[in-house]
């Protein structure tokens, strides 16, 4: 066996595909049927394209999104440096839900409520602020 990717169902695809690129993804692939009336598009980190998400977007919508489900768990993206990533996010009006207090961890949700873990690579961080004492912010 090998991995092939994670799907996930969106309700806004603009706004769920602008999440990804903040977070450092490009559409690697796009797939539009049109009878079934529904979109694939897999998006990947730069030179990664065998470790996509797949953003399954249905034309007519769909109603049960978002929701605060928790079935689906989270995607994970180790991160260069942590604490830069969050503050981009965060300038862009990303809630950062879980801050990375220790250097090393960080959860956020894309507009669509999927749970997004950040991890540092390598050794974690010293501890800086505003993350060192910022508290957390709903639940991831």
């Known amino acids: 066996m090998r991995y092939l990717h994670t799907m996930v169902r969106v309700k806004d695809l603009e ?40 953003l399954t977007y249905n034309w007519d919508g769909d109603e049960g999104l978002p929701s605060e489900s928790r079935h689906f768990g989270h995607l994970a993206y180790e991160v260069e440096n942590i604490y830069a990533l ?6 862009a009006g990303v809630v950062i839900n879980r ?7 960080a959860f956020v949700r894309s507009p669509d409520n999927i749970s997004i873990e950040l991890l540092q690579k390598g050794e974690s961080l ?13 639940h991831w």
Request: overall charge negative; glycine content about 10%.
């Open 99 to 105: 801050p990375p207090r220790d250097g090393h961890m």
């Open 86 to 91: 969050c503050q981009k996010l965060m300038d």
């Open 126 to 138: 010293a501890p800086a602020e505003p993350w060192a004492s910022m508290e957390n912010t709903g």
């Open 15 to 54: 706004k769920t595909m602008a999440f990804f690129e903040l977070l450092g993804l490009k559409e690697t692939k796009r797939i539009d049927h049109e009878g079934g009336r529904f979109s694939l598009i897999f998006m990947a980190p730069e030179g990664q394209p065998e470790c996509p998400v797949e």
